[in-house]
């Protein structure tokens, strides 16, 4: 699950809160309504050019606040390929990925710098920039990791209730 391209870093500060990421105020349009105000109060132009594979690196506690999980639900229609901090809000960290969206966590993250190109090693869970710097990554159980190989928990719970697959009572 490496991925050789590299990724534009999208840089944000530390206490990235939920409301930043799925403003209240539009929760009610569902995730394509949402989407295009994702990170509006601190990054205005983000939703309208981020671009598919690009990453956020932030600062400590991304994702506090609500439980809501269009905060990741945002990103993961934006095309966000991981987000990388030093810590992340418990729940927003279960959502993110039961949506598919890949969370880095990595003490270093801070030291990434606004549209930067980076590279993810998903093999050996290093940030590796383009200038060469390898930033480490705590550990990610693999059923997480799977879980974003399948595009979050739904579509791998899917595969295995295919027919011809295993059932859940197997695995």
């Known amino acids: 699950m490496s991925s050789p391209t590299s990724h534009r870093v ?13 403003p ?34 932030a600062g400590p506690n991304f994702g506090i606040g609500s439980s809501r999980e269009q905060a990741a639900g945002a990103l993961v229609h934006l ?4 987000v990388i901090a030093p810590s992340f809000s418990g729940l927003y960290f ?25 590279s993810l090693d998903l093999q050996t869970l290093k940030v590796r920039t383009a200038s060469g710097r390898t930033l480490p990554c705590d550990p990610i159980p693999d059923f997480l990791l799977d879980m974003v190989a399948a595009g979050g928990l739904l579509n791998q719970l899917r595969r295995r209730l295919r027919p011809g697959s295993a059932s859940l009572e197997h695995t």
């Open 79 to 82: 095309g966000v390929r991981a």
């Open 24 to 57: 209240g105020a539009y929760m009610k349009l569902g995730i394509e309504g949402i989407a295009p105000h994702c990170l509006e109060g601190v990054r205005p132009e983000f939703a309208g050019q981020v671009r598919p594979g690009d990453v956020i690196a």
């Open 10 to 22: 999208w840089k944000l500060g530390a206490d990235v809160d939920t409301d930043q990421l799925a």
């Open 94 to 118: 279960r959502n993110a990925f039961n949506l598919g969206l890949l969370l880095l966590t990595c003490p270093e993250a801070e030291a990434l710098q606004d549209g930067e190109q980076i």
